[in-house]
């Protein structure tokens, strides 16, 4: 059983040798004290940036840091291979909170859903636009945001997995919509596939204020935040009046051990904006109402998704640092089998 183990706490960039791909014995069994436990084959692992700040030694926050000499774990799309749960059964597909290795037995089967495969939707659209990422979209932008038609809105990480559904619902809910990402690629995609109306590439338009001031002339009402740090700055100095800001993550701080404070958080008090932190996890009982509405919109072809796929777990290092640098365009998945 192939595995992918944290060796150590990092501090700064992760780098290659921060895992290790080390294989153990593999016995195809659940343990015998176990009940109601179910062993998986993992066949799609979820990169997420919320994995980074689990790898600092001082990490307290809603989820516990990884363990040294562990695997790591995260969101994934598994196979039943043996159950003793009678909710799962042998051949389920379902949708996991799972190590990063080829197998892994689900104590209890706890936080296991079957997926409905009458849907014919690719299963790795579970970890991305009817997974976590969709979901967080979906909380940000409706329940935090409440977009009005006619209003701009600006979404920075704007191609990544997240941000490429807020912009793609956001023009559904007929608002102006202004993205940044990190390459031409990324630019082109925005404007070319996911509907954006405008993009700039914030790794050569590097005076974020004077580009956020060119592609939204008329200010800033609504900002889906993933980046935070110069960016939020920014934001901040070009928000309108009364505007609403979702702080959905800061991709750009989790390589640091301190967040860096705007110099410019005032304007909160100034341009009476509302900044909201949030966190998809805290509004779970919408999902119904997302995966129907979502699934609707997949299926009218209102929306598309773009998935960045690595083969084999032996590439599932290469996947999460590539993530953390960007390389990734769309949703970064480790696909580590096929059935
Ligand atoms: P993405 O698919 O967008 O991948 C991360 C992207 O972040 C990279 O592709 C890169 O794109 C960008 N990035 C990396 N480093 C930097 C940097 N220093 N400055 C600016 N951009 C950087 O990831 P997700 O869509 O999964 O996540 C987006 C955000 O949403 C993250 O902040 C994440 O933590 C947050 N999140 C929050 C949740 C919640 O419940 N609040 C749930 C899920 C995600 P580029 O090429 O553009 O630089």
Redesign the pocket.
Request: aromatic share 8%; net charge positive.
């Given at each position: 059983n192939k595995q992918v183990i944290f060796k150590n706490y990092v501090v700064g960039k992760v780098k290659e040798s921060d895992l290790e791909i080390r294989t153990s014995q593999l016995r195809l069994e659940l343990p015998e004290d176990g009940t109601n436990d179910v062993l998986v084959k993992n066949l799609y692992l979820s990169a997420?940036?919320?994995m980074r700040p689990r790898m600092k030694e001082d990490y307290t926050s809603y989820i516990p840091p990884f363990t040294p000499g562990k695997p790591i774990d995260g969101y994934g799309v598994s196979k039943v291979v043996l159950s003793k749960n009678p909710a799962f059964k042998e051949g389920d597909y379902v949708t996991s909170f799972t190590r990063w290795e080829e197998y892994s037995v689900i104590p209890g089967g706890n936080g296991l859903k079957v997926i409905d495969t009458s849907e014919s939707v690719p299963l790795s659209y579970y970890l991305g636009c009817l997974g976590?990422?969709g979901f967080?979209a979906y909380v940000g932008l409706y329940e935090i945001l409440k977009p009005k038609q006619g209003e701009t809105i600006y979404v920075?990480?704007a191609?990544?997995?997240?941000?490429q559904l807020v912009g793609q619902l956001a023009k559904l809910a007929g608002l102006y919509v202004v993205g940044?990402?990190?390459?031409q690629q990324?630019i082109d995609l925005l404007k070319e596939k996911l509907g954006y109306d405008a993009a700039f590439n914030?790794k050569q338009e590097t005076d974020y204020n004077a580009a956020l001031k060119k592609y939204c002339p008329q200010g800033i009402d609504l900002c889906f935040e993933?980046?935070g740090?110069k960016?939020l700055e920014a934001v901040l100095d070009n928000m309108k009046t009364y505007g609403r800001i979702a702080i959905?993550?800061?991709?750009?701080q989790y390589d640091k051990d301190e967040t860096a404070g705007a110099s410019n958080l005032s304007k909160i008090v100034t341009s009476r904006l509302t900044v909201q932190g949030?966190?998809?996890?805290d509004y779970l009982h919408l999902q119904p109402q997302f995966i129907e509405k979502m699934m609707t919109y997949l299926k009218e072809r209102k929306i598309v998704y773009v998935e960045d796929l690595d083969e084999g777990l032996e590439s599932a290092v290469g996947a999460f640092i590539k993530?953390?640098?960007?390389g990734?365009v769309?949703?970064?998945i480790v696909r580590v089998a096929i059935n």
């Open positions: 997420d940036p919320y976590m990422p967080t920075s990480a191609s990544g997995a997240v941000g940044s990402a990190g390459s990324k914030y993933n980046v740090g960016m959905c993550g800061m991709v750009s949030f966190l998809q996890s993530l953390l640098k960007g990734n769309g949703k970064q």
